[in-house]
């Protein structure tokens, strides 16, 4: 009758509490690829039934490859200036730190790695390497001083012989040379153009390519092919980006993660916990038996070492989190347990964006900068094996004029000399100029092949983000809706209890399968946000300024 008349007046009183779902997604609702210029353009394009050119120019060197049949042009810059900033260039800006007490967004962690992190720092000191290789290929045009002393103070014909100057190689080939000697001593009939008179010799000269390496020589290769390679380094650093931005985004979504299991532990413990004091209160008064008390517990123990464990998974993805996300003198800064935020409310790819978003991806993806780099280099070894067919013909001009006292009666060295002088050679077969050919052809059809898959394999790239992107998005779709219906279900269950109409077990298992729906929801979201950044990835969004 006790016991009646106590269920009525909780009837009666209208003690119903509050539904507590578990809400995983917020109202906030980023887009997964923002407009960038490049799309804007691919889109007016593809609407305005234009053909859209898929095969792109290298964006770092801002020209277009260059053809074996114009290699032989002589590049803008001086070979022998250097003014290469030896220090890697400043990051972008990392923005603002987010306001104390807010969660920790991706864009503050993304903007870490682009100020912050150690690899991409040591990416940007192969600029540097590259800059020293060019260099050093730059030292073929180096001004060269030459000296000799060559003595012979005994003998029959005793002779003293100084001579110094100084040769200037010549960017358009060839060389020019000026120097000086002085030769005395009673000099062997046989070697009488060594002696001069008494206040020595100046000699200018200047040796110069009339058909052979003419338009492209060695040096030449040698120092376009170390521009190429200068920058080469350029798509290799934007790799790089892209992967550490992948990984961080990553990172930062197991962290996302981890604090939303972290805070489904906490909501399904106060849960029991709120349950302590009205069970204790009726086991005391005879409204319960005492397993009951007992069940709840151990309940609360339970869900106390889970929270433990969610605890250390959530400071353990921080810290890995840490790794990526630094402060302004690039120390690792471990984001506190309230920084973790909701996961945003996921945003679908619009289908029809999918191949503008290929094109803007075969424009932007590092590989096809890559690619055209090395068919520049390419372009010119094929002008250097060509070079290499053409007859070797020098022409040597050379003045000389004797100063001082004459050193014969004669006076046959004190007339100004001028000689004038053409070599010739070539190989008759040439096969050394024409494997070089031959090989060169082979490597360019390799690279053609080359391109033509990594193209492909770029629109696959994107293209399977899209579909992962597509596939968890409904999947998070339904795990909410799961979420919401076994909310509903133990909110009810907790509901009876209370009114005496079901018991712990029954509240236990629908709590125990709401908060697994919960999990589920966390993984789906954790998926449809880690296919985000490789969709990221995949369109080569991040780059250095």
């Known amino acids: 009758m006790r016991r009646g ?11 119903a509490a509050t539904r507590n779902r578990l809400d995983l997604l917020s109202d906030d609702s980023p887009t997964v690829a923002t407009k960038s210029p490049e799309r804007e353009y691919v889109e007016s394009t593809v609407v305005a ?11 770092a060197l801002e020209e277009k490859p260059t053809p074996a049949s114009e290699v032989n042009s002589e590049p803008a810059e001086d070979p022998q200036r250097d003014e290469d900033n030896l220090t890697p260039p400043e990051p972008m800006p990392m923005p603002a730190s987010f ?10 962690v993304i903007s870490s790695v682009y100020q912050s992190y150690p690899m991409l720092e040591a990416a940007l000191y192969s600029r540097n390497v590259a800059s020293g290789e060019r260099l050093s290929a730059a030292g ?3 001004t060269k001083l030459k000296a000799a002393s060559e003595n012979g103070p005994t003998g029959f014909y005793q002779t003293y012989r100084q001579s110094v100057g100084v040769i200037q190689p010549l960017f358009g080939g060839g060389e020019v040379f000026a120097g000086y000697r002085i030769g005395r001593g009673d000099f062997e009939p046989w070697y009488k153009e060594r002696e001069t008179n008494k206040s020595g010799e100046f000699k200018v000269g200047a040796n110069l390519p009339l058909v052979q390496n003419r338009s492209i020589d060695e040096r030449r290769a040698a120092i376009w092919r170390a521009n190429y390679g200068r920058q080469l380094v350029e798509p290799d ?9 992948q990984e961080a985004s990553y990172a930062y979504w197991d962290w996302v993660a981890a604090g939303e299991r972290y805070r489904i532990a906490e909501r399904v413990l106060k849960l029991a916990e709120d349950r302590t004091d009205r069970i204790r209160d009726q086991v005391e008064q005879g409204f319960l038996d005492p397993p009951e008390q007992t069940d709840n517990l151990r309940l609360v123990s339970e869900r106390k070492a889970k929270l433990a464990e969610s605890e250390q998974k ?18 690792p800064v471990v984001p506190a347990i309230d920084d973790a935020p909701e996961f945003p409310k996921p945003q679908l790819v619009d289908d029809e964006e999918l191949a503008v978003d290929a094109q803007i991806a075969l424009s932007q993806r590092p590989e096809i900068a890559l690619l055209n780099l090395y068919q520049q280099q390419l372009d010119v070894d094929y002008a250097q094996a060509r070079n290499q067919l053409l007859p070797a013909l020098d022409a040597v001009l050379t003045a000389s004029q004797d100063t001082g006292t004459p050193t014969s009666k004669k006076n046959d060295k004190g007339e100004f000399e001028l000689d004038a002088s053409l070599f010739f050679e070539v190989p008759i077969q040439r096969r050394k100029a024409l494997g070089k050919l031959r090989s060169i052809e082979g490597k360019v059809s390799q690279l053609n092949a080359k391109r033509r898959l990594t193209e492909n394999k770029i629109v696959a790239d994107v293209q399977t983000a899209y579909a992962s992107l597509t596939a968890f998005y409904e999947q998070a779709l339904q795990a909410q809706a799961a979420v919401a219906y076994a909310e509903d279900l133990a909110e009810r269950e907790r509901l009876n209890q209370r009114l005496g109409a079901s018991d712990m077990l029954k509240v236990t298992l629908r709590e125990q399968y709401a908060a697994e729906s919960a999990l589920k929801a966390v993984d789906a979201l954790l998926l449809y946000f880690q296919a985000q950044a490789d969709y990221r990835a995949a369109l080569a969004q991040d780059r250095l300024p």
């Open 5 to 15: 008349l106590i269920y009525l007046m909780l009837v009666l009183s209208g003690c």
């Open 49 to 59: 039934g234009e053909e859209v050119d898929a095969t792109i120019q290298l964006t």
């Open 99 to 108: 306001p104390m007490g807010a969660s920790l967004p991706l864009d503050a």
């Open 140 to 142: 073929a045009w180096d």
């Open 237 to 245: 650093i934007h790799a790089q980006l892209i992967g550490f931005v």
């Open 314 to 331: 959530l400071n353990k993805a921080a810290i890995k989190l840490s790794l990526y996300y630094r402060d302004t003198q690039g120390q």
